[in-house]
């Protein structure tokens, strides 16, 4: 009897750290914009080579420190999942790169319709790729979302690339990660080593030729580059813990606290205009999401 109150007990304080992991993460990528609006004068390109160079010495470092190295070596064997991976590494670059564009262009609120849409493409992609069941709330709610880009799409004119490609990428690249099922360091290890020659190319062009901020800006401002591995790497790292945790509906419910906090920031912070377009586009947006999460309650 004892030792299954015991049992309990420490259920609870893995799951109550768990949930502090997964919130940590999520208010770290609402909150992020804030970080890189300093760097607004530095173009996404250099931003995006500063990144993949200082998140891959973090995510060593964090290798070095798990006692990860026999896996890796053991990964790169399964050449067709290491290739899976390193196209994932370009996904998720090209996404980080439309994000920062959009970040430090005023285009906040694009970035939080985006991913609003993407755990719902997720499913989707899951259907089509994984077989996965897929219900007809689960089709009511991407339908909505798809009005609701709809929406934005006839009113401007054009499609809105940023809120469509963001969840795009990043539903691509989340169904890479779990078809190749590696652990999440050594995964973002590889993914970064794919693309760790152009970023670091990149970053000696800039500096060689004088345009670059990494080493003539000052002290500052190199602390700040620096700081863009620990910005991207961080969060991610604290995902891969929290979700081992805590239960995926769980997880489902607290995705959203991300773009929430990202637009209520675009809005009240960096004065983004919101118009009656864009209200139309996210309540159908906010829509599709309390039919999505309403199938996950009823799952569960």
């Known amino acids: ?30 909150i992020q914009p804030i970080y890189w609006k300093q760097l607004a004068h530095i173009s996404a390109i250099e931003l995006i080579a500063n990144r993949i160079v200082w998140s891959f010495v973090f995510f060593m470092i964090i290798l070095r420190l798990q006692k990860k190295t026999p896996l890796l070596k053991e990964a790169i064997k399964d050449k067709k999942k290491f290739y899976m991976t390193c196209l994932a590494g370009y996904l998720v670059s090209a996404n980080w790169l439309i994000y920062i564009y959009a970040v430090n262009t005023g285009q906040i609120l694009a970035t939080s319709l985006g991913y609003y849409i993407c755990p719902l493409v997720s499913v989707v992609l899951g259907m089509i790729f994984l077989k996965e069941r897929f219900n007809r709330l689960q089709m009511l709610a991407f339908l909505l979302a798809c009005a609701g880009v709809g929406v934005v799409a006839i009113s401007y004119g054009n499609l809105p690339w940023i809120a469509v490609s963001l969840p795009l990428l990043f539903g691509v690249y989340g169904l890479f990660k779990k078809m190749i099922g590696y652990d999440a360091v050594v995964s973002m290890v590889i993914e970064i080593m794919a693309i760790l020659p152009i970023g670091l190319a990149y970053l000696v062009y800039v500096e060689i030729t004088g345009k670059g901020h990494l080493l003539t800006s000052g002290p500052y401002m190199l602390f700040m580059l620096l700081l863009t591995g620990v910005v991207t790497s961080l969060p991610l790292w604290w995902f891969a813990k929290g979700a081992s945790m805590v239960k995926l509906s769980t997880i489902g419910f607290m995705q959203f606290l991300a773009p929430t906090i990202s637009l209520v920031m675009g809005v009240m912070l960096y004065k983004e205009p919101f118009t009656s377009v864009q209200l139309y586009s996210f309540g159908l947006i906010w829509a599709a999401i309390a039919v999505f999460i309403y199938t996950i309650i009823r799952k569960n």
């Open 1 to 30: 009897m004892e030792n299954k109150i015991e049992m309990e007990k420490n259920k609870k304080s893995t799951t109550y750290i768990g949930m502090l992991y997964v919130t940590a993460t999520y208010v770290f990528w609402g």
